[in-house]
């Protein structure tokens, strides 16, 4: 599976960002798709992750802001609306067939206050 990323950028704070992600290769092998980000100095964490059947699960940090959908077996948008300077990050897409996790490249999200 090889994902390819686009989106992101630099926003104000309150601004909003769509990622979007798209796989190819083995797509129908893949059990969900998520996002995860990583700030300078910290350690890659999971934003949102949605499964093969759309069920959805969200960091606490990005609850009620951030929204994950997948339009097609092979692409999932990451909707982010009220951006924080908290999200700065590169954010990576991520591709989970069993036990395996496919990396898309980071896409950067730079949010100032």
């Known amino acids: 599976v090889q994902l390819q990323a686009s989106g992101g950028g630099s926003v104000q704070s309150g601004g909003s960002l769509r990622l979007s992600c798209v796989a190819s290769g083995s797509v129908f092998s893949i059990d969900a798709m998520a996002w995860y980000r990583q700030a300078p100095g910290k350690q890659r964490e999971l934003v949102a992750e949605i499964t093969r059947r759309g069920d959805a699960n969200y960091a606490d940090s990005v609850e009620g802001r951030f929204a994950i959908s997948r339009n097609n077996v092979n692409t999932v948008n990451q909707q982010m609306n009220n951006l924080k300077p908290e999200d700065s990050a590169e954010y990576y897409c991520?591709?989970?067939?069993?036990?395996?996790?496919?990396w898309g490249q980071g896409t950067q999200v730079t949010v100032s206050s």
């Open positions: 991520n591709a989970r067939v069993r036990a395996y996790h496919y």
